[in-house]
T-cell receptor, first 116, second 113 residues
Framework: GAVVSQHPSWVICKSGTSVKIECRSL??????MFWYRQFPKQSLMLMAT?????????EQGVEKDKFLINHASLTLSTLTVTSAHPEDSSFYIC????????????FGPGTRLTVT | EDQVTQSPEALRLQEGESSSLNCSYT??????LFWYRQDPGKGPEFLFT???AGEEKEKERLKATLTKKESFLHITAPKPEDSATYLC??????????????FGKGTKLSVIP
């Protein structure tokens, strides 16, 4: 149980284009989903928190107009990187908190984004 | 500001050689402390949650313990498949009733056959 999937697992896009990453909780309903970014040899940094049906809360320094988050249902959240630049190249990981069970967060496998 | 320090940064063990990883933390409104395992190019895999000082949890060769300022991950008789980066993440109150994880940089464990 508590499986989280992400799609795609890797993507290469050209500078100036947009790319969408999907995060799904496969076998549970998630009240809250989180988006993290991880640069090489660094730890995970929280970008934003999203609750189903409401606007995402972004961490300080994260541009909400650049990283669009939509949490449309209890099993799906999407992150769209708009007007991507090479410095946006990173490993993006989502997590989901199991609804009304515990505080545990279960992570997806990550999406490697490379902007050329 | 919440802070998490993991030590050592890297650890090489011979197969069967037991050791401990340390996580020191300063977090406001601690709700729980999480341990994850991360393999290269993968998302973190949940291992344990500890909620109160004195609590211990075990899973196969791993045992996690918690005090008010530290958590330890003990690895008994490790095998090569235990090689990974182990992440500590206390969950604290970020304000307005919301909680978030603060991750340490991790300890990269290598177990040599």
């Amino acid at each position: 149980g508590a499986v989280v999937s992400q799609h795609p697992s890797w993507v290469i896009c050209k500078s100036g284009t947009s790319v969408k990453i999907e995060c799904r909780s496969l076998d549970f309903q998630a009240t809250t989903m989180f988006w993290y970014r991880q640069f090489p040899k660094q730890s995970l940094m929280l970008m934003a928190t999203s609750n189903e049906g409401s606007k995402a809360t972004y961490e300080q320094g994260v541009e909400k107009d650049k990283f669009l988050i939509n949490h449309a249902s209890l099993t799906l959240s999407t992150l769209t990187v708009t007007s991507a630049h090479p410095e946006d190249s990173s490993f993006y990981i989502c997590s989901a908190r199991v609804r009304a069970v515990s505080y545990e967060q279960y992570f997806g496998p990550g999406t490697r984004l490379t902007v050329t | 500001e919440d802070q998490v320090t993991q030590s050592p940064e890297a650890l090489r063990l011979q197969e069967g050689e037991s050791s401990s990883l340390n996580c020191s933390y300063t977090v406001s409104g601690l709700r729980g402390l999480f341990w994850y395992r991360q393999d290269p190019g993968k998302g973190p895999e949940f291992l344990f949650t500890l909620y109160s000082a004195g609590e211990e949890k075990e899973k196969e060769r791993l045992k996690a313990t918690l005090t008010k300022k530290e958590s330890f991950l003990h690895i008994t008789a490790p095998k090569p498949e235990d090689s990974a980066t182990y992440l500590c993440a206390p969950e604290g109150d970020s304000g307005a009733g919301s909680y978030q994880l603060t991750f340490g940089k991790g300890t990269k464990l290598s177990v040599i056959p």
